[in-house]
């Protein structure tokens, strides 16, 4: 699977590559060079990026489903009070 981003953020990231490279490493970098970088971080670490935030999401689905079971259910069989 591939990950496409539009193109509003890809130019966002673009500028934010060459904002970092300016001010962390005094280098002033093209768009064609911020490109190939951004292309390579997509590439490389973004499935597993992804990947653990399917993770992440699914455990959060799981709790939140199982603490929709204990407020949804209501018990079957309760003690009447009793009458002295």
Request: charged share 30%.
């Amino acid at each position: 699977m591939q990950i496409e981003l539009n193109k509003d953020n890809l130019k966002m990231l673009k500028r934010k590559i060459q904002t970092y490279f300016l001010k962390e490493h005094e280098d002033s970098i093209g768009d064609l060079k911020a490109e190939m970088i951004m292309e390579f971080f997509i590439r490389e670490l973004g499935p597993q990026i992804y990947n653990q935030a399917l993770k992440d999401a699914q455990a959060f689905m799981q709790d939140k489903l199982i603490d929709l079971d204990v407020t949804l259910s209501v018990p079957e069989y309760y003690d009447k009070p009793s009458r002295t």
